[in-house]
């Protein structure tokens, strides 16, 4: 027989999911991918998780999925979607009120928002004067980007505005990372990193800054 601790135990107890953005697009629980299959399952999450545990409506959902090429019943449609999303990641992991739908943050985990807390205290450390920490941070940051973020979602505009700034956070803590390395004295690690950076975004002075440094 289960006692009242335990059973509370288990009530309370939630699988976390990880939901990553860089690179490909993967839903993780417990060290073990999900089969969200379908573009329109793997928009939906993306574009929930983007929000943050913000609801957002039906009528945005399906304008986001659908657009001019909305089927005969969007709103059917939407809500078989989410009924079978909910099937894979968990029932608990979307929730559902009068404004909309929305993931329950408290059980989901963003690689792109650790990416940001990583980022901001790296760059928090290197103004501090805290160059080996500062440099360590932003490396460990760094190393979250698999690739480029949101790249399955470039036909979907909910993730246009995510990915520009995405990216020049990256650039930003890039920066930050190579000018505590040349304060450690590192300048031959990082003049061809530098060189393919210039290379890549010609125009962004800090780059060719640092690697006049």
């Known amino acids: 027989m289960i006692s009242i601790t335990s059973r509370l135990s288990l009530v309370s107890y939630r699988v976390k999911v990880e939901v990553k953005f860089f690179g490909e697009f993967e839903v993780v629980s417990e060290g073990v991918a999900l089969p969200v299959r379908g573009a329109k399952q793997r928009a939906i999450l993306a574009f929930l998780a983007l929000n943050r545990g913000v609801p957002v409506s039906a009528d945005r959902l399906i304008d986001q999925l659908w657009g ?9 449609a939407l809500q078989a979607q989410i009924a079978q999303l909910r099937r894979v990641i968990g029932a608990s992991a979307i929730v559902t009120s009068e404004s909309g739908y929305a993931l329950d943050m408290s059980s989901v985990d963003l690689d792109t928002v650790r990416f940001e807390d990583l980022v901001a205290e790296g760059c928090r450390l290197r103004s501090e004067g805290e160059v080996a920490e500062a440099s360590a941070i932003l490396s460990d940051a760094l190393r979250l980007r698999r690739g480029e973020p949101l790249s399955e979602f470039v036909y979907f505009t909910f993730a246009d505005a995510e990915r520009v700034r995405l990216n020049e956070l990256a650039l930003v803590a890039t920066e930050y990372r190579i ?35």
Not at 181 to 194: A, I, K, T
Request: aromatic residues 2%; charged residues 35%.
């Open 179 to 213: 000018e505590a390395d040349l304060e450690l004295g590192l300048h031959s690690d990082v003049v061809g990193e530098l060189r393919a950076l210039c290379r890549d975004h010609p125009l962004r002075e800090r780059l060719w800054e640092l690697l006049m440094i």
């Open 68 to 76: 001019d090429r909305q089927t005969t019943k969007p709103t059917n």
